[in-house]
């Protein structure tokens, strides 16, 4: 079919109206490429493929969440790199897409109904023990979680114990009798990302350490 008649039949006009009921964004792409065919045995096939998904949705829709491309982390993977949290937690979501779709298809159905249907959805890839992995592991973007390693919640648990040393230490020095006049307030905080504690002005050289800020009140934070 030649685009002067794809125009006058408003044709992408009926692709944009199609689109609005893709959920992903490969969808929407997949759509806007779709093209009239004139050859019978494709024309009927997918009409078969219409026929049982009208079918499918009159009996229950399945549940999507938006997927996004991921060509670039195939590339990643395909070359040996590594990929960052965000890139693994999105191809785990597709795992999960997958696994939840190949469960409403084959749950309870009678198959034979749906010959071309089942032709797609036997392809889904689906790996239960990748997602139990990544979910005893990344809580999210920013967090690991200390059962993503036996080595990782060791560190983790050494240095809580220094951080607690650290703070005991600061809390014996605020309190001293010794020291506790030199303090402005009985506080600990963190500045440069250390442990400090403030210490007045006019006391400064009287307490060993570095100074790592100075407030607009003017009192030094000290190791």
């Known amino acids: 079919m030649n685009l002067k008649c794809i125009e006058k039949l408003e044709y992408l006009t009926i692709l944009d109206k199609l689109s609005t009921f893709c959920v992903t964004d490969l969808g929407k792409t997949l759509c806007y490429n779709l093209k009239p065919n004139c050859n ?3 024309v009927l096939k997918l009409l078969q493929e219409t026929l049982e998904a009208t079918l499918l949705l009159t009996e229950n829709a399945p549940y999507f969440v938006n997927i996004g491309n991921i060509d670039y982390i195939l590339k990643i993977l395909q070359s040996d790199g590594s990929l960052n949290i965000a890139s693994i937690l999105q191809l785990t979501q597709i795992l999960k897409t997958s696994a939840d779709l190949k469960n ?4 309870e159905r009678d198959i034979n109904k749906f010959p071309t249907s089942d032709s797609y959805f036997s392809k889904l890839y689906t790996n239960p023990s990748i997602i139990k992995a990544v979910e005893n592991s990344i809580l999210d973007e920013n967090t690991i979680l200390d059962s993503a390693s036996s080595k990782l919640s060791s560190i983790r648990k050494e240095k809580k114990k220094l951080e607690d040393t650290i703070k005991d230490k600061l809390n014996g020095f605020i309190h001293s009798s ?3 006049k030199y303090v402005q307030e009985s506080v600990i905080t963190i500045r440069n990302n ?3 504690v403030p210490i007045k002005d ?9 100074i790592h800020d100075v407030s607009a009140s003017r009192f030094y934070c000290f190791y």
């Open 40 to 42: 019978r045995d494709t």
């Open 104 to 107: 409403y298809f084959y749950n």
């Open 178 to 180: 010794t020291y506790s």
């Open 194 to 196: 250390r442990y400090v």
């Open 202 to 210: 006019e006391y400064r050289s009287m307490v060993k350490g570095f």
